[in-house]
């Protein structure tokens, strides 16, 4: 199975209403589509999407990326010779990890065709329930805590509460939120590096008698030694998000016991390949894993369910594709409330609509 042509694509998907984070507000995710086509006949599909506040990719520079450096290099060689492939991924382009993730999920939808069977079984794992959270943007504490009461009654069981306002609120801003949800609904923290050490730590020993789960990425990524001061110190568990793009990072946080929890994403770290090494990793070290995406479209994020059920992640943050107006996909996981229903034919299970032929 040979690669024998490809195609790049943008597509806007509007959100249902905007997303705010201490890091961007974001109104629309714009996916960038690939399309892997080959000489037996089958296609691959994968999606990637820009994040420049976290992974300093633009949507211009993965498409650059793809369609000069990434699927340049891959086409013409026999797909099936995975580590090799694999290889010429990873090495034909410095860092933009979302770009090789667009090719890497497409890949991986054409290894799981190849094989007539659905991409969760391809990577090895069954069927099983997958619940993921849904986010309420960080703002104003009256319309925080209204949100978070609407995603409640819309079903879901576990809330991310996005902090990191720089106003001294943040802490009154999750004791409301906590206090308007029952007591059955799990909460995380995520201030997005938005607080220093001290503040982290003073925050946890308040917010520990509130039934927080955890605290997420609460430093700058760069600062692991803090984030490891934090997490000794800390009542309340602490994941990495944002110190880890792959498995460099990763083995940085393990050896030096920064986290309590790390968040894989499939944007981060270059696709499935990397992500499938990093989950036996953090496994082995006893840690827990999370599995989450950026403001995604259905692809990457189907993806992300299916390797979530694989590695029977302990934290699921798939709801992007929830607050999707309309994804412009046809197939993807379904949501009914927090409950994520995969895809069950061949491959990724995700097909794009036609593309109109230039005029």
């Known amino acids: 199975m040979r690669l024998t042509n490809y195609r790049v694509t943008r597509s806007m998907l509007p959100l249902t209403a905007p997303f705010h984070t201490a890091l961007r507000t974001v109104t629309a995710v714009e996916e960038i589509r690939v399309e892997l086509r080959t000489d037996v006949g089958l296609v691959g599909v994968g999606s990637a999407a820009p994040t420049g506040a976290i992974t300093g990719e633009t949507a211009s520079s993965i498409v650059a990326a793809l369609e000069e450096y990434v699927l340049p290099a891959l086409s013409g060689q026999e797909l099936t010779d995975i580590p090799h492939v694999q290889m010429i991924v990873a090495r034909s382009i410095v860092g933009n990890f979302s770009a090789k993730a667009a090719a890497d999920i497409a890949l991986y939808d054409l290894y799981a065709k190849h094989h007539n069977e659905s991409l969760l079984s391809y990577l090895g794992g069954v069927s099983r329930p997958l619940w993921t959270d849904a986010t309420v943007s960080l703002g104003e504490i009256s319309a925080m805590v209204g949100q978070a009461q609407g995603l409640v009654e819309q079903g879901f069981h576990h809330l991310k509460v996005k902090v990191g306002g720089h106003d001294g609120h943040d802490v009154e801003r999750v004791i409301a939120v906590r206090e308007a949800v029952p007591e059955n609904v799990q909460m995380w923290v995520d ?30 990524s760069r600062d692991i030694q803090g984030l490891r001061e934090i997490t000794r110190r800390s009542p309340i568990p602490i994941a990495a998000d944002e110190s880890v793009f792959g498995t460099e990072q990763l083995l940085r946080i393990l050896d030096s016991q920064a986290a309590d929890i ?15 090494v990093m989950a036996d990793l953090v496994r082995s070290a006893n840690v827990k894993i999370m599995v989450g995406s950026m403001m995604e479209g259905m692809a990457s994020v189907t993806a992300a369910a299916m390797f979530a059920t694989t590695y029977q992640a302990d934290y699921v943050d798939l709801d992007a ?17 927090g409950s994520i229903a995969l895809p069950t034919g061949p491959g990724l299970g995700v097909d794009w609509p036609p593309v109109p032929p230039e005029e």
Do not use: H
């Open 191 to 220: 201030p997005n590096q938005a607080w220093t050490v001290r503040e982290s730590i003073a925050a946890a020993g308040v917010l520990v008698d509130f039934d927080i789960a955890f605290i997420e990425q609460p430093v700058v």
């Open 262 to 276: 790390v968040n894989i994403k499939l944007m981060k770290c270059g696709g499935l390949s990397t992500a499938r």
């Open 321 to 337: 594709a929830y607050f999707l107006s309309d994804p412009q996909v046809a197939g993807g996981i379904k949501y009914t409330g």
